[in-house]
C-alpha cells in the first residue's frame, strides 16, 4: 500500500498542475492528521498535556510539509556559469522536473 503511494505521488509531482493541487491538499492534510496522531499518542493524559501536545503535532507536520515543498521550488540547477563571460548566473530553477525560466 505505501509503494502504491509513492508511486501515486511520484506520478503527481511530475506535472506542475497536479503539484500545485497536490500540495495544497497535502498543507491541510497533514497538520490535521500531525495533531490527531499526537492526540492518539497521547490518550490518558491531562487536557494541557493532550491539548499542546496535539498544537505540537499540528506545527511540526505543517512546518516539514513546508521545508518538502519549498525545497522542492528552491532547487537550483547546477548551471552557474555563463559560457560567454564566465558570470556567475542562475539560469534556471527546477521544480520536481519542471523547469522555469
Not at 8 to 19: G, M, N, T, W
Not at 29 to 52: E, T, W, Y
Not at 69 to 82: E, H, K, N, R
Amino acid at each position: 500500500m505505501v509503494g502504491a503511494f509513492y508511486i501515486l505521488d511520484f506520478a503527481v509531482e511530475c506535472f506542475s498542475p497536479s503539484a500545485l493541487v497536490w500540495n495544497a491538499l497535502h498543507a491541510i492534510i497533514r497538520p490535521i492528521s500531525g495533531a490527531l496522531l499526537a492526540l492518539l499518542l497521547l490518550d490518558g493524559q491531562s487536557l494541557p498535556i493532550v491539548v499542546l501536545g496535539s498544537l505540537a503535532g499540528g506545527l511540526l507536520t505543517s512546518v516539514t510539509h513546508g521545508v518538502r515543498s519549498g525545497g522542492a521550488v528552491v532547487l537550483v540547477d547546477p548551471a552557474w556559469t555563463d559560457r560567454k563571460n564566465g558570470q556567475r548566473t542562475v539560469h534556471s530553477v527546477r521544480a520536481r522536473g519542471a523547469e522555469y525560466r
